[in-house]
């Protein structure tokens, strides 16, 4: 009699748990709703105003994914796999009734607190919220289908935080058909090394490069003047990273500010959209000082034939340290011709195939719109080249590399050796003098001349910064403006809010 009763229960408990996923994943019918509206508020919990969050100003609906999909970033604490955004989607104007959806998150880089040692204590992880638009799921809901993506190029969605919401834009993002590579900038802090610039765009354009997007926060004057140059040219694209805001007022004593807790972290968030707002076929997310060359001929034309038409989506680099002596800071571009190579780095850096990426972390991607695609080092190794690697015993020839040309290189083996590996793929000479000629044109002949306390002064108070968990993290950002201030007179970033809080 027990047994029977436990399984009258284990039928009913499973019937309402039925009753009760199916409403709470399809709310929006009709009379059901006002059921599936209760059932949906005990299957999981809004996100409300009393979490810690910042939304990033656009909404994407990103019809690289079948179906589309509409993809919100946001910089938060971790949330539970029940908690959501509640949101309205403005699919037809002021003039009928939103689509009312709950939109679940995701840690970008996989994991909220972040595995990435330096970043572990950071309470603010970069997350994206996403959500299937319907289509063809069913007959009747074709039409709900094209009025959703009819409309929602125009309107907006807006977010309900309990008491609080926010309103993003929604812009539209599609498959990628204009031969090129776009290069991705991460956000630039403080950044005083304006010759790594001017080498930057110059290799990267011998590669193939036709834009540049960078985000800015701050730069010495002598950096500004150069990105001013070049987006006067056409070539890059500043978008503005400012600093976060502050959390709304009732709840900011209770959490760090986000400026102060946001480490790499907010990286994340900048390259992954990014990759949205490139318009060629190739795209890559490189700092100022690292240039991804092949061995033979241009990056474009290499990466193309590795990629098109195949399930490759993204080639990686071997990362190698490289040293030019005498410096491009104090001297001139002359030993670009011929860098010196240390041993190699972990840390790789990959181009990939615009219209099928779909999350992107530093060194790898993290996922494709389509499980189809997948990536692939520059060169399939063997196990025993691996071996041979590992021991020195032969030098490892990848068909191309990641040249990293650290401020202050030297990590690891200082032994150089030489490499087939180069920035140009043609006449070093012609591009060397386009650098001089550069130089010459930004600051009108009157080159400023060579200071390293500005980048000495960010790394000894990012250095004194001790992390405390969901309290203190690393952060180039608020935390070191104070004593940035000291040393220089700072171009900063003054555009309207990017990122939005609720209010
Ligand atoms: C907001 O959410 C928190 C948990 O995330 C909950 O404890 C609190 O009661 C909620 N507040 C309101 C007003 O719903
Ligand atoms: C909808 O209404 C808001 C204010 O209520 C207004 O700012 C916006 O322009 C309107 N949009 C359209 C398309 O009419
Ligand atoms: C990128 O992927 C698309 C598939 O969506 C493919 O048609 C195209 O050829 C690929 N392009 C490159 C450069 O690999
Ligand atoms: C570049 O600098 C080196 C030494 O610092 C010097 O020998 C050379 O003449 C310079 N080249 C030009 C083009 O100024």
Same mark, same amino acid.
């Given at each position: 009699?027990?047994?029977?009763?436990?399984?009258?229960?284990?039928?009913?408990?499973?019937?309402?748990?039925?009753?009760?996923?199916?409403?709470?994943?399809?709310?929006?019918?009709?009379?059901?709703?006002?059921?599936?509206?209760?059932?949906?508020?005990?299957? %999981?919990?809004?996100?409300?105003?009393?979490?810690? &969050?910042?939304?990033?100003?656009?909404?994407?609906?990103?019809?690289?994914?079948?179906?589309?999909?509409?993809? &919100?970033?946001?910089?938060?604490?971790?949330?539970?796999?029940?908690?959501?955004?509640?949101?309205?989607?403005?699919?037809? *104007?002021?003039?009928?009734?939103?689509?009312?959806?709950? &939109?679940?998150?995701?840690?970008?880089?996989?994991?909220?607190?972040?595995?990435?040692?330096?970043?572990?204590?950071?309470?603010?992880?970069?997350?994206?919220?996403?959500?299937?638009?319907?289509?063809?799921?069913?007959?009747?809901?074709?039409?709900?289908?094209?009025?959703?993506? @009819?409309?929602?190029?125009?309107?907006?969605?807006?977010?309900?935080?309990? $008491?609080?919401?926010?309103?993003?834009?929604?812009?539209?993002?599609?498959?990628?058909?204009?031969?090129?590579? +776009?290069?991705?900038?991460?956000?630039?802090?403080?950044?005083?090394?304006?010759?790594?610039?001017?080498?930057?765009?110059?290799?990267?354009?011998?590669? %193939?490069? /036709?834009?540049?997007?960078?985000?800015?926060?701050? #730069?010495?004057?002598?950096?500004?003047? /150069?990105?001013?140059?070049?987006?006067?040219?056409?070539?890059?694209?500043?978008?503005?990273?400012?600093?976060?805001?502050?959390?709304?007022?009732?709840?900011?004593?209770?959490?760090?500010?986000?400026?102060?807790?946001?480490?790499?972290?907010?990286?994340?968030?900048?390259?992954?959209?990014?990759?949205?707002?490139?318009? +060629?076929?190739?795209? /890559?997310? !490189?700092?100022?000082?690292?240039?991804?060359?092949?061995?033979? *001929?241009?990056?474009?034309?290499?990466?193309?034939?590795?990629?098109? *038409?195949? @399930?490759?989506? !993204?080639?990686?680099?071997?990362?190698?340290?490289?040293?030019?002596?005498?410096?491009?800071? /104090?001297?001139?571009?002359?030993?670009?011709?011929?860098?010196?190579?240390?041993?190699? %780095?972990?840390?790789?850096?990959?181009?990939?195939? #615009?219209?099928?990426?779909?999350?992107?972390?530093?060194?790898?991607?993290? =996922?494709?719109?389509?499980?189809?695609?997948?990536?692939?080092?520059?060169?399939?190794?063997?196990?025993?080249?691996?071996?041979?690697?590992?021991?020195?015993?032969?030098?490892?020839? #990848?068909?191309?590399?990641?040249?990293?040309?650290?401020?202050?290189?030297?990590? %690891?083996?200082?032994?150089?050796?030489?490499?087939?590996?180069?920035?140009?793929?043609?006449?070093?000479?012609?591009?060397?003098?386009?650098?001089?000629?550069? !130089?010459?044109?930004?600051?009108?002949?009157?080159?400023?001349?060579?200071?390293?306390?500005?980048?000495?002064?960010?790394?000894?108070?990012?250095?004194?910064?001790?992390?405390?968990?969901?309290?203190?993290?690393? $952060? +180039?950002?608020?935390?070191?403006?104070?004593?940035?201030?000291?040393?220089?007179?700072?171009?900063?970033?003054? =555009?309207?809010?990017?990122?939005?809080? !609720?209010?």
């Amino acid at each position: 009699m027990k047994e029977i009763q436990h399984d009258y229960k284990f039928v009913l408990i499973s019937l309402i748990l039925f009753i009760f996923i199916f409403y709470s994943y399809e709310p929006d019918f009709g009379l059901l709703e006002t059921i599936g509206g209760i059932l949906s508020i005990l299957a %999981g919990e809004p996100i409300n105003a009393s979490f810690p &969050i910042t939304f990033y100003q656009s909404a994407y609906v990103d019809y690289r994914f079948n179906p589309p999909r509409l993809r &919100i970033f946001t910089l938060n604490k971790c949330v539970k796999n029940n908690q959501f955004l509640l949101s309205d989607l403005h699919l037809n *104007g002021n003039n009928s009734a939103p689509v009312r959806k709950k &939109i679940y998150g995701k840690p970008l880089d996989g994991h909220c607190p972040s595995i990435y040692i330096p970043a572990s204590s950071c309470l603010y992880v970069p997350y994206t919220f996403s959500i299937t638009l319907k289509q063809n799921e069913d007959p009747k809901n074709v039409v709900l289908y094209f009025e959703m993506t @009819k409309v929602i190029q125009y309107f907006q969605v807006t977010i309900f935080l309990g $008491s609080g919401k926010v309103e993003l834009n929604v812009q539209k993002i599609y498959k990628k058909s204009t031969e090129g590579i +776009t290069v991705c900038l991460q956000p630039v802090y403080y950044f005083s090394q304006w010759q790594n610039i001017v080498l930057y765009i110059e290799a990267w354009r011998a590669q %193939g490069a /036709t834009r540049f997007i960078v985000y800015f926060h701050s #730069a010495t004057k002598e950096t500004w003047k /150069t990105l001013e140059y070049y987006r006067d040219l056409g070539l890059i694209e500043i978008k503005s990273w400012p600093s976060f805001p502050s959390l709304p007022a009732d709840i900011a004593d209770k959490y760090p500010k986000i400026d102060d807790s946001v480490f790499i972290l907010s990286y994340f968030m900048a390259m992954n959209i990014c990759i949205l707002d490139i318009k +060629t076929t190739i795209g /890559t997310v !490189a700092d100022f000082d690292e240039v991804m060359v092949p061995t033979n *001929g241009r990056l474009l034309d290499y990466a193309t034939k590795e990629m098109m *038409g195949t @399930k490759v989506g !993204a080639l990686s680099f071997e990362n190698h340290y490289i040293s030019l002596t005498p410096k491009i800071y /104090t001297s001139n571009f002359s030993r670009v011709a011929s860098p010196k190579f240390q041993t190699f %780095g972990k840390q790789t850096k990959y181009i990939f195939n #615009a219209s099928v990426l779909a999350i992107a972390q530093v060194h790898w991607p993290h =996922s494709f719109v389509d499980s189809y695609f997948s990536w692939t080092r520059t060169k399939k190794v063997s196990f025993f080249q691996k071996l041979e690697v590992f021991f020195q015993m032969s030098s490892f020839q #990848a068909e191309g590399a990641l040249l990293h040309f650290r401020y202050e290189p030297g990590v %690891g083996n200082l032994e150089t050796t030489e490499k087939p590996f180069r920035f140009f793929p043609d006449n070093p000479s012609i591009h060397i003098k386009n650098m001089e000629d550069t !130089a010459q044109n930004i600051f009108n002949g009157v080159m400023p001349k060579f200071s390293s306390k500005p980048y000495d002064a960010l790394q000894k108070c990012v250095s004194k910064i001790i992390p405390v968990e969901d309290k203190v993290c690393r $952060s +180039t950002s608020g935390i070191c403006r104070d004593e940035m201030d000291k040393v220089e007179d700072w171009v900063y970033d003054k =555009s309207e809010p990017i990122f939005l809080v !609720a209010s």
